[in-house]
């Protein structure tokens, strides 16, 4: 099943995917943008963690000039860094590189503490897009990526849908692919990750423990360019969904 | 004073003079090339959070730990500190600072937090704040928030420059060098009269 998170009419509302459409809990149909969307998530009691890879594809370490890593390269955010699809994100008026990343982001379903990578998917609940905008501009070497490139405000947009564990055989073999305006300028797969889903769980939870609707973003291929104000910029996940998201100024 | 809901823990790396002064001539050298320009932040996790009074346990490979002693900010909106409280920000000791120290930084409990948040108008200037880190009741270091690079109110306003801060979201101010380091078996109190004080054990984990 597809789920997402809408406000419709002023009110909030889970919603399933149906024919194209956004069956809301009470029973209406509705258009995919009649709807505002929010991150396909549940609100849970405390802040949720996010944990975030980067250059966790081989071939985006070598374009950005860094050794595939040992250990994989991660990174917190805090929850305002997310965004609905159909939303904004703003570009700064003075930087000459910003650009999105296309990513499957897996959302945790059961409190994980110490999960052997063979029972890993156990502790999924689902995956869900995420488009993990970085700001090059203001990158410095102190806890590289530090929050000031990576923790904006609505800068991590996510969605449109949380797509159910069950109805992804292997999340391991999804393309990905990110256009501009249409034009393609990212493609990869997620078969090419150097740490995968099973490894980052059983990592991670070997020394923090993971709760229902923490988020792992499992990094980005090659093929990341700088957008502008008013580009259009559409990350996607075969099997996942089809994230949307403009920059404006 | 209570909170509704605890939001975000972030703390803040190298404001203290005393942590720009260890790295001396290193700040200008690889990986690092140049000293930071912005607030460097990292983000203490729910897991990591400990109640005043609790234990924080020691996994069976880790050995010893550093005490990050430091008050926070609690925000009333993005730019309105509504009090502050006192931390204590554990991490496993290590070197570089080049990536973020998640591994580190995000074990379960590695946060101790105060339950005394002290209001903004009564607890008077962060600038005079000073606080004392006692481990089995032996003075271990006094941090004094007159050493700030960034005093909080300037912190506040360069961390609002590239993200925005939600009510219940903490700020830490800093931690200071001469962090002392403990070990299983360990009792920290870390106090200021204005903040109270937050007292932690430090345990063996279970195995």
């Known amino acids: 099943m597809k789920r997402a998170r809408v406000i419709h009419q002023g009110m909030l509302h889970n919603a399933t995917e149906r024919d194209g459409q956004l069956l809301l809990e009470d029973g209406q149909r509705v258009w995919q943008d009649q709807v505002t969307w929010l991150p396909p998530l549940a609100s849970v009691d405390r802040p949720r963690t996010i944990l975030a890879l980067g250059l966790n594809y081989a071939d985006h370490a070598k374009e950005l000039a860094f050794k595939a890593p040992d250990e994989p390269l991660v990174f917190l ?173 | 004073m209570s909170l509704v809901k605890r939001g975000t823990v972030y703390g803040t790396l190298l404001n203290f003079r005393g942590e720009l002064d260890a790295l001396g001539p290193k700040m200008n050298e690889a990986p690092y090339k140049a000293p930071p320009q912005a607030p460097v932040l990292y983000v203490k996790p729910a897991n990591t959070w400990t109640e005043n009074g609790g234990a924080i346990a020691l996994p069976a490979h880790v050995a010893e730990v550093e005490i990050g002693a430091t008050v926070a900010m609690v925000m009333k909106s993005a730019r309105e500190v509504a009090g502050y409280v006192l931390m204590n920000d554990v991490c496993i000791p290590h070197e570089s600072l080049f990536r973020p120290p998640v591994r580190f930084n995000c074990l379960d409990g590695f946060l101790g937090i105060g339950d005394r948040i002290r209001l903004r108008n009564e607890a008077g200037d962060p600038a005079v704040f000073k606080l004392e880190v006692r481990v089995n009741g032996e003075l271990k270091q006094t941090v004094r928030f007159s050493q700030l690079l960034r005093p909080a109110d300037r912190l506040l306003a360069d961390v609002g420059e590239f993200m925005t801060l939600a009510e219940g979201d903490m700020l830490m101010l800093g931690c200071d060098v001469g962090r002392p380091r403990v070990r299983a078996g360990d009792r920290v109190e870390i106090k200021m009269p204005a903040l109270g004080t937050l007292t932690n054990t430090f345990v063996a984990e279970a195995a």
């Open chain 1, 77 to 249: 955010k805090g929850e305002r860094a997310l965004n609905g699809h159909r939303q904004t994100t703003r570009r700064p008026a003075d930087v000459q590189f910003m650009h999105y990343e296309c990513e499957l982001a897996v959302v945790i379903g059961r409190k994980a503490k110490k999960v052997r990578r063979d029972d890993a998917y156990d502790f999924v609940a689902g995956y869900t897009v995420a488009n993990d905008y970085a700001i090059r501009d203001y990158l410095e070497n102190w806890y590289r990526p530090n929050l000031r490139v990576k923790n904006r405000d609505g800068a991590t947009p996510l969605g449109p849908w949380l797509v159910d564990r069950a109805d992804i055989a292997d999340p391991m073999a999804l393309a990905l692919r990110t256009t501009v305006n249409g034009k393609p300028t990212q493609q990869g797969n997620t078969k090419d990750m150097i740490f995968d889903i099973p490894w980052l769980i059983e990592y991670f939870s070997g020394f923090m423990t993971l709760s229902p609707g923490d988020l792992i973003l499992t990094g980005t291929p090659d093929g990341v360019v700088d957008c502008k104000a008013g580009d259009v910029v559409v990350t996607e996940i075969e099997g996942i969904g089809a994230l949307m998201n403009t920059i404006a100024s």
